[in-house]
Every structure is written in C-alpha cells, then in structure tokens.
T-cell receptor, first 114, second 113 residues
Framework: DGGITQSPKYLFRKEGQNVTLSCEQNLNHDAMYWYRQDPGQGLRLIYYSQIVNDFQKGDIAEGYSVSREKKESFPLTVTSAQKNPTAFYLC?????????????FGQGTRLTVV | AQSVAQPEDQVNVAEGNPLTVKCTYSVSGNPYLFWYVQYPNRGLQFLLKYITGDNLVKGSYGFEAEFNKSQTSFHLKKPSALVSDSALYFCAVRARQGGKLIFGQGTELSVKP
C-alpha cells in the first residue's frame, strides 16, 4: 500500500536532548512537509522540501532541522534549542508544481519532553 | 497575507440533523480550497477540494462543501450527521500562484445520538 509512515508514534525526550522523527513515503512524491500541531492552533509549517537535497524554512523553523538525502525520506530533528517541543508532529507529501494536489499525511508522532 | 479562519472552535449536532462547519479565507485571486478530517491521535485525511467549476463540491463520507466567492467562504456540510462524524475538521487554502498550504485552526465536531 502506498502511504506515509511516521515513527515512532510516541516519543519522550529529556530536556537538552536532540531527537529525530522519521518520515518515509512510497508515493513517489517529490514534495514533503513537516507540521506541528498544538491544541487550538491548527497546523503550523516547520520545514518543506520540493525536491531532494533542497528544503526551505516554514513559519516556525527555529529549533528544528531537516535533511532530504533521499526522495523517500524527510527526517526532522528537534534540537535542544526548541523551547517548547512538546507537540504532535505531522509529516505530509504532495506532488510539487501541481497546486491542485492535496497533501497526504502520516499518522503523526507525539513528542513529550519529560 | 493569506489566512484561513474557522470561526467556531466547536460545533454540536444531533445525529440525523444537518451539519455545517464554517470556513472563510483571505487569499489573493482564486484559491484552491481543501477540507481535511482528523480523528484523535491520527493524521489528517483528505475529504474534498475545490479547484474550479461547480461551486458545490462532493467528497468522501457524504460530505460536501460550497464555495462562495463573494463571501470568500468554503463551508463544509452534510445533510444527515452520524455519531462517527465526530472529529476535528480543518479547512486549508493554497494560492493559485503557488505557495504554502495554509490551515485553519480546526473545528471540533461533536455529534450526539
């Protein structure tokens, strides 16, 4: 089945630690996105990538980093510089250059700082 | 600046009654409009989208949405609500000139038996 896989589903991190969230897709989509979801705030864009080896900051990129070495993979690292990392993180993909295309989402990773 | 507003944090409906979840947007030109649904601790599922043509768009699970250009709205509707429709609903917009997919803050729909 084609889709987007995020892992792990739940993640706990100690303050001061970096942690990496995995996102893999087999939809052959070039564009991939990371969103952060907080209650009552909707989805906010962290980073996006339109093609391999290229990515751009979204609205709330501070404290996060990404890489795009393979078309299928777009991992997100939450660094210790992110002041309030506890949130639900969603990865998505779409067909670039086609604004009519809807985004396809993974099942999310819930990150909790302990 | 582009924006999407969902004016109601929560909508309560009795099962069998019609439901409406409201969405208004501010985007230059004619945008592409989307509705997604999210169940607890899950990702977003695509429901429907407006690209062009007929202002009434039909989507998954019996949902439909009406595009109103003069009111810059894209309200989600269903003639007869089910308890299983209870979830968080997001409206999203993308400008035709390209750009990011921008989401509203979400509306919690609660359908009671």
């Amino acid at each position: 089945d084609g889709g987007i896989t995020q892992s792990p589903k739940y993640l706990f991190r100690k303050e001061g630690q970096n942690v990496t969230l995995s996102c893999e897709q087999n939809l052959n989509h070039d564009a991939m996105y990371w969103y952060r979801q907080d209650p009552g705030q909707g989805l906010r864009l962290i980073y996006y990538s339109q093609i391999v080896n290229d990515f751009q900051k979204g609205d709330i990129a501070e404290g996060y980093s990404v890489s795009r070495e393979k078309k299928e993979s777009f991992p997100l690292t939450v660094t210790s510089a992110q002041k309030n990392p506890t949130a639900f993180y969603l990865c998505a993909s779409s067909i670039p250059g086609q604004d009519v295309s809807e985004a396809f989402f993974g099942q999310g990773t819930r990150l909790t700082v302990v | 600046a582009q924006s999407v507003a969902q004016p109601e944090d929560q909508v309560n409906v009795a099962e069998g009654n019609p439901l409406t979840v409201k969405c208004t947007y501010s985007v230059s030109g004619n945008p592409y409009l989307f509705w997604y649904v999210q169940y607890p601790n899950r990702g977003l599922q695509f429901l429907l989208k407006y690209i062009t043509g007929d202002n009434l768009v039909k989507g998954s699970y019996g949902f439909e949405a009406e595009f109103n250009k003069s009111q810059t709205s894209f309200h989600l509707k269903k003639p007869s609500a089910l308890v299983s429709d209870s979830a968080l609903y997001f409206c999203a917009v993308r400008a035709r000139q390209g750009g990011k997919l921008i989401f509203g803050q979400g509306t919690e729909l609660s359908v009671k038996p």
